[in-house]
């Protein structure tokens, strides 16, 4: 069973994060180790195996990137996860200079700035996450762009992620 | 996990960080980035007449062995030529930074990212 039946899902890229979070926590209520308690440690070890099972697929399931990734694997075969190098000079310019504001404002210390900054981020990852879905919906998949389109939102989700970093410590 | 000490040196002191004028005509920039871990790197050769390499700058966002990794690249291209530093293998970086086996992929991105900057700067040329 592949980790969208798992849930109940038809393999897409759109999700209703709600409606997943909801199943997870039926799914795991349902095969809880502990109401196997009596069954013999056999039915419990099954239980506990499923409990590992739903958790990771949750994990993989949530994160656009990681969905992204699994669902291109799983209908094309294609590993997106593997180490590249990326050789696309306007784009990692952009990127460069994205980090290079957020080393700016970090240095400034400016609060404001950051959360604007943050904002801003979000809104290029969102977009780039539309695109991304875009893609996906595509009746002939072009694997090159879902590959484009998934390294592009690998690199703002890390300088989001680096924003939060600045943000704990910026704001502690 | 331990970086080796050498790592630590280009890390804490990094060699030739900065920029080149990227428009200008003797000067090579290469731009690579490895999406899994999120590192983007810039590197810059300066390239004479003959086509020996005067000088060389980078900025990288990443790790410190990427850090360290196009550091020593731009220790290592000055004075070479440009075939020199095109056959600059990854290999030799990650050896002489003795990166472990899970970092080995911030040397192939530092070996990317001379051969975009030498293949930059020949195309400018018409080379």
Known sequence: MNYFELFGLEPNFFINEAELSSKLRALLNASHPDRFASSGSQQQMIAMQKTTQLNDAFAVLKHPVRRAQYLLELKTGIDATKEV?????????????????????????????????SDNIELMADSQRDELAQEFEQVEWNTQSIQTAIYKLQFLYKTLADIEAAEDKLLD | MAYSEKVIDHYENPRNVG?????????????????????????????SEDGIIEDAKFKTYGCGSAIASSSLVTEWVKGKSIDEAQAIKNTDIAEELALPPVKIHCSVLAEDAIKAAVNDYKEKRGK
């Open chain 2, 19 to 47: 920029a080149f004028e990227k428009d200008d005509d003797s000067v090579g920039t290469g731009m690579v980035g490895a999406p899994a871990c999120g590192d983007v790197m810039k590197l810059q050769i300066k390239v």
């Open chain 1, 85 to 117: 190098t990326v050789k696309d000079p306007m784009f990692l310019m952009q990127q460069l200079e994205l980090r290079e504001q957020l080393e700016t404002i970090i240095e400034q210390k400016n609060v404001s700035d950051l959360i604007n900054f």
